[in-house]
């Protein structure tokens, strides 16, 4: 992972690779709108020498190292079959930024490998594009959040995440109370304790909705760039297939992470609420992974059917010239005439192959995996209960 700067400066992964030297005559990009705090949180990471991944490992063995402290200083902590819910409960939060932080990379990524097809000038009367008019524009808003919005945004996921406990209050219990929802999952009844670890999970909830609102920003962004950027060639699909990717990492992302709840705590697999969120994570992957790119599939179908349709002009033209010739008993030169039209009849076969979805077979399986990974881990479950009763 290469280096990030501050948005006064543009990031240099946010640059083309083989841009060369800005000529001084040309004017810096100005940021169109103040990078959120979570950008500036990955600029930091990309700062640090080593591994872009290592800050979140130590930030996971934190946040689960805090989690159990807390729930260990509060005493009699006996977190029994929740003990890999707890620490997930406490490292998640690595997991969502370090998520962040490669779709980012991702994205820019994939915009240095659409180069080949990229238009940066829009036809005339159409107006300057949501997804920038430069290429620097462009990747900054691929990979920047604008800060105001983001911070909407955790506050969204951190009022949901606090109503989260609250789904799991049953009728049925003695007491019907946060204290005894988180109970439920052996949280400590000790109200600094349970305080403490309640903040914790707001503030990662926090940051889930920071992810939802990146996820939409960056895949409307994509979507843009289909549609007002893009140059369309048949014979030159590998470009357009670039922004699959950070699609296919988006959703991926998000059915691991409703798939680690059922590893962490299979107990949720009893739970009428989680099984719904895990249902509602497998349709959200897979709008995910096709909305940006409806787009230029929709554009690919037009090209190819324009193709064909001159095809069929010129192998229609062909056939009426045999004909002619046919009935006139001019039957001179009839081999040119022949290798014409199998010539049209390969281009016509080649042209129906082309595929009209910008992705590889290989990242379309990747996703399918991710989509049926969730039902695996059910079935895997179901029958272990059955089996060991």
Same mark, same amino acid.
């Not at 097809?117 to 620097?136: C, W």
């Not at 219990?173 to 400590?188: H, N, R, Y």
């Not at 230029?296 to 009426?320: D, W």
């Given at each position: 992972?290469?280096?990030?700067?501050?948005?006064?400066?543009?990031?240099?992964?946010?640059?083309?690779?083989?841009?060369?030297?800005?000529?001084?005559?040309?004017?810096?990009?100005?940021?169109?709108?103040?990078?959120?705090?979570?950008?500036?949180?990955?600029?930091?990471?990309?700062?640090?020498?080593?591994? %872009?991944?290592? *800050?979140?490992?130590?930030?996971?063995? !934190?946040?689960?190292?805090? &989690? @159990?402290?807390?729930?260990? /200083? $509060? #005493?009699?902590?006996?977190?029994?079959?929740?003990?890999?819910?707890?620490?997930?409960?406490?490292?998640?939060?690595?997991?969502?930024?370090?998520?962040?932080?490669?779709?980012?990379?991702?994205?820019?990524?994939?915009?240095?490998?659409?180069?080949?097809?990229?238009?940066?000038?829009?036809?005339?009367?159409?107006?300057?594009?949501?997804?920038?008019?430069?290429?620097?524009?462009?990747?900054?808003?691929?990979?920047?959040?604008?800060?105001?919005?983001?911070?909407?945004?955790?506050?969204?996921?951190?009022?949901?995440?606090?109503?989260?406990?609250?789904?799991?209050?049953?009728?049925?219990?003695?007491?019907?109370?946060?204290?005894?929802?988180?109970?439920?999952? %052996?949280?400590? *009844?000790?109200?600094?304790?349970?305080? !403490?670890?309640?903040?914790? &999970? @707001?503030?990662?909830?926090? /940051? $889930? #909705?920071?992810?939802?609102?990146?996820?939409?920003?960056?895949?409307?962004?994509?979507?843009?760039?289909?549609?007002?950027?893009?140059?369309?060639?048949?014979?030159?699909?590998?470009?357009?297939?670039?922004?699959?990717?950070?699609?296919?990492?988006?959703?991926?992302?998000?059915?691991?992470?409703?798939?680690?709840?059922?590893?962490?705590?299979?107990?949720?697999?009893?739970?009428?609420?989680?099984?719904?969120?895990?249902?509602?994570?497998?349709?959200?992957?897979?709008?995910?992974?096709?909305?940006?790119?409806?787009?230029?599939?929709?554009?690919?179908?037009?090209?190819?059917?324009?193709?064909?349709?001159?095809?069929?002009?010129?192998?229609?033209?062909?056939?009426?010239?045999?004909?002619?010739?046919?009935?006139?008993?001019?039957?001179?030169?009839?081999?040119?005439?022949?290798?014409?039209? $199998?010539?049209?009849?390969?281009?016509?076969?080649?042209?129906?192959?082309?595929?009209?979805?910008?992705?590889?077979?290989?990242?379309?399986?990747?996703?399918?995996?991710?989509?049926?990974?969730?039902?695996?881990?059910?079935?895997?479950?179901?029958?272990?209960?059955?089996?060991?009763?």
């Amino acid at each position: 992972m290469t280096s990030r700067r501050s948005a006064r400066q543009p990031p240099a992964r946010k640059l083309a690779p083989d841009a060369g030297p800005r000529n001084p005559s040309e004017p810096a990009l100005v940021p169109p709108y103040r990078p959120s705090w979570v950008d500036r949180f990955t600029d930091w990471v990309d700062r640090l020498p080593g591994p %872009a991944w290592l *800050p979140y490992v130590v930030l996971a063995l !934190a946040g689960a190292g805090f &989690f @159990v402290g807390v729930e260990t /200083i $509060a #005493g009699s902590y006996r977190p029994g079959d929740y003990l890999t819910l707890h620490l997930w409960l406490g490292a998640h939060a690595a997991y969502l930024l370090g998520m962040l932080h490669l779709l980012d990379h991702a994205a820019a990524d994939a915009l240095d490998a659409f180069r080949p097809v990229l238009i940066l000038n829009r036809p005339p009367g159409h107006g300057a594009s949501p997804a920038g008019s430069t290429i620097e524009e462009i990747r900054y808003r691929l990979t920047t959040l604008p800060a105001g919005l983001a911070w909407v945004a955790a506050l969204l996921g951190a009022v949901l995440g606090l109503g989260f406990p609250l789904a799991f209050i049953h009728p049925g219990a003695p007491a019907l109370s946060l204290a005894a929802s988180l109970a439920t999952f %052996a949280v400590s *009844p000790v109200p600094a304790a349970s305080a !403490a670890i309640l903040a914790q &999970f @707001v503030a990662t909830q926090a /940051i $889930a #909705g920071i992810l939802v609102y990146h996820s939409i920003h960056q895949l409307r962004t994509i979507h843009l760039i289909y549609r007002d950027h893009s140059g369309v060639n048949l014979y030159r699909l590998q470009p357009l297939y670039a922004f699959s990717v950070p699609s296919a990492l988006t959703a991926g992302g998000w059915v691991l992470y409703s798939s680690l709840w059922f590893i962490a705590a299979p107990g949720l697999l009893r739970e009428a609420g989680s099984l719904a969120m895990a249902a509602f994570f497998v349709l959200v992957a897979a709008v995910t992974f096709t909305w940006p790119l409806l787009g230029i599939h929709r554009r690919l179908q037009m090209e190819k059917g324009v193709q064909l349709a001159e095809s069929n002009q010129r192998f229609e033209a062909a056939v009426i010239e045999l004909r002619h010739r046919f009935d006139r008993q001019r039957l001179t030169r009839m081999d040119d005439l022949h290798k014409a039209m $199998a010539s049209l009849d390969l281009e016509q076969a080649a042209l129906r192959r082309i595929p009209t979805w910008p992705w590889e077979p290989g990242t379309l399986r990747g996703v399918i995996a991710a989509l049926v990974l969730p039902i695996v881990i059910w079935l895997l479950q179901f029958g272990l209960q059955r089996l060991l009763g």
